[in-house]
């Protein structure tokens, strides 16, 4: 029994220390015209850390610390690669725009964009 017992607070342990090695990213996911966009796949590159904008566009994370690619994936829109440097005593919240993808021929250069605000914690 104490053998289980302690097995139990060392795996608990570990589980606490792993998580608290992450940092917590939020933001919102919208088009050019401020509209938020639902379903929005995002994830960190090369890596299977992922998840997905909510109805209302809004998006959590967890990353590990350190200099990491997100990825912002919907059809129809341009996708957007951004390297997001991050360290453990920040909380960041970003603001993500995605642009329409038109045809091949397209004339609307623009592209997505995505704003990084790192806050105290």
Request: aromatic share 8%; glycine share 6%.
């Amino acid at each position: 029994m104490i053998k289980l017992f302690l097995s139990f607070t060392i795996i608990c342990a570990v589980h606490s220390v792993t998580f608290s090695q992450h940092v917590k990213i939020s933001g919102e996911v919208s088009d050019n015209t401020q509209n938020p966009i639902g379903g929005v796949n995002i994830i960190v590159k090369g890596t299977a850390i992922g998840t997905v904008s909510d109805q209302n566009g809004k998006f959590d994370i967890l990353v590990p610390p350190g200099r990491e690619i997100l990825l912002f994936n919907f059809i129809g829109f341009k996708s957007l690669e951004q390297e997001i440097f991050t360290t453990i005593e920040m909380h960041y919240r970003v603001k993500v725009t995605l642009v329409r993808d038109k045809l091949k021929n397209r004339k609307d250069k623009s592209a997505s964009k995505i704003v990084a605000t790192p806050i105290k914690k």
